[in-house]
């Protein structure tokens, strides 16, 4: 590590020793609480693994010395007004709300006294006081994924304070989705928060989730280091879907890492939409077979933003099944980064795996760096895999100025239809129109 380098490693693990030992000096009488040790036993982990730099593989187009140079402090809550959820809420779904300002709960505009049947949901501080729900949450956090040096878990979990429990009790069919919404406000400092879920899905249950981040003031600076750890039992069934616009300033770390048993299916959607900085890292292990998973997303990036997108699904077994399809579209000094890996190990016949990764660069200072990624090593199977990076049809743009239709609608009506392939994959009307009316919105930006 270079001389700059670590003195960078130095200052930030300054910073965070001094936060954690203010955490310490207020647990009083819960020092003992499986939570703090939790917390404990991930500070140590974080204090001996340094942070990613360019020279690890998989954050060579990203770097992260940018988001760690600021001292933060925690969030504080905010007091919320109603028109402060109106756009990220969605009345018509009738969803369970989990709403989160700088990464603290607040229970005033939050669902938790009337849940659906088979439907519970739990402050982890609370879930890890019965023993079998803590192992399954130790057993959860020992997943490493497949997406890469990841200092950024056993961060979220030594600072995560408020992290949720979601748990569909066995043939549950939970018809509210479960909307997660976490809404970032600017106070005296930059202050960065870690939102923390685990979702159980038990054997037969069915269950959709809604993540939303969105930033109060477009501008304010902030970091979001958020985590989920999933796993579906057999015969389960997750639909996923992250909406992401932080702030202009900001910067998001997010990791996802699942585990499907048998005859589960497991879909993730996401729009990423706003940011200065953005890593997701999302990691799937197929552990039995009949399994299915769905990774579909856009991007879309203008000024100086950053969105940076890791994924890796692990065929280990036979007669599974991956989809993957990423879209996006960069203008100005905008950069897009994918690298998605999916491995079929050799006892993994009869797999059917399908990856496609495609951008569309729209400014001669846009720049879009894509790695798609097979490992096969079992010899009966149907896999493809495949990345196009290029610009708009003129042709198409002719044709539709031909028709009356200005030039800059036109394009406009063009890049719309090219995200639109994956909006058409997700299966709440509600979020895939929101996401349409997002992209229209951000292209008039433009």
């Not at 923390?196 to 959709?208: E, H, P, Y």
């Not at 299915?292 to 065929?315: E, M, P, R, S």
């Not at 890049?415 to 895939?432: R, T």
Request: proline share 4%; net charge negative.
């Amino acid at each position: 590590m270079s001389a700059v380098l670590q003195d960078q490693h130095t200052t930030t693990k300054d910073w965070l020793n001094d936060l954690f030992q203010v955490y310490e000096d207020g647990l009083n009488g819960h020092r003992d609480h499986p939570l703090a040790e939790f917390r404990r036993r991930a500070f140590r982990e974080l204090q001996e693994q340094d942070f990613p730099t360019r020279r690890d593989e998989d954050w060579k187009y990203t770097s992260v010395t940018p988001m760690l140079k600021q001292p933060y402090q925690e969030g504080r809550p905010v007091a919320l007004e109603a028109k402060d959820l109106e756009s990220a809420v969605y009345p018509e779904l009738n969803a369970v709300k989990l709403v989160f300002t700088n990464g603290v709960l607040d229970t005033r505009h939050s669902d938790l006294d009337e849940l659906p049947e088979g439907l519970h949901i739990l402050p982890v501080s609370q879930a890890m006081e019965e023993e079998e729900t803590r192992r399954w949450i130790e057993a959860q956090v020992e997943q490493e994924g497949g997406t890469g040096k990841n200092t950024f878990l056993p961060l979220n979990r030594a600072f995560a304070g408020q992290g949720l429990l979601v748990r569909a009790e066995r043939n549950a069919a939970i018809e509210r989705p479960v909307h997660l919404i976490y809404l970032s406000a600017p106070g005296a400092d930059p202050h960065f928060a870690h939102p923390q879920l685990f979702v159980q899905a038990k054997t037969g249950s069915r269950l959709i989730l809604i993540e939303s981040y969105r930033a109060l003031e477009s501008d304010s600076l902030y970091f979001t280091n958020a985590a989920n750890w999933i796993e579906l039992a057999a015969n389960a069934r997750v639909d996923h879907y992250r909406l992401q616009r932080e702030s202009r300033a900001a910067y998001q770390i997010h990791n996802t890492l699942v585990r499907q048993d048998r005859d589960s299916t497991y879909s993730a959607y996401a729009a990423d939409l706003g940011g200065k900085l953005v890593r997701n890292n999302l990691s799937t292990t197929l552990l039995n077979s009949n399994t299915q998973t769905n990774y579909y997303a856009i991007y879309l990036g203008n000024g100086k933003q950053h969105l940076d997108n890791q994924t890796f699904i692990d065929h280990a077994v036979p007669y599974c099944q991956s989809n993957e399809l990423y879209k996006g579209i960069l203008t100005d000094s905008a950069r897009g980064v994918f690298n998605g890996k999916v491995m079929v190990r050799q006892d993994a016949q009869k797999t059917n795996a399908f990856q496609q990764n495609s951008s569309l660069v729209l400014s001669p200072r846009a720049v879009m760096d894509t790695k798609p990624q097979l490992e096969i090593y079992a010899d009966d199977v149907r896999c493809s895999h495949g990345a196009t990076i290029g610009q708009l049809d003129e042709t198409a743009v002719f044709y539709l100025r031909s028709r009356g239709i200005p030039e800059r609608q036109a394009r406009n009506l063009l890049q719309q239809a090219f995200l639109g392939e994956v909006v058409d994959f997700m299966d709440l009307e509600p979020v895939a129109e929101r996401v349409r009316a997002l992209i229209e919105e951000k292209l008039r930006e433009a």
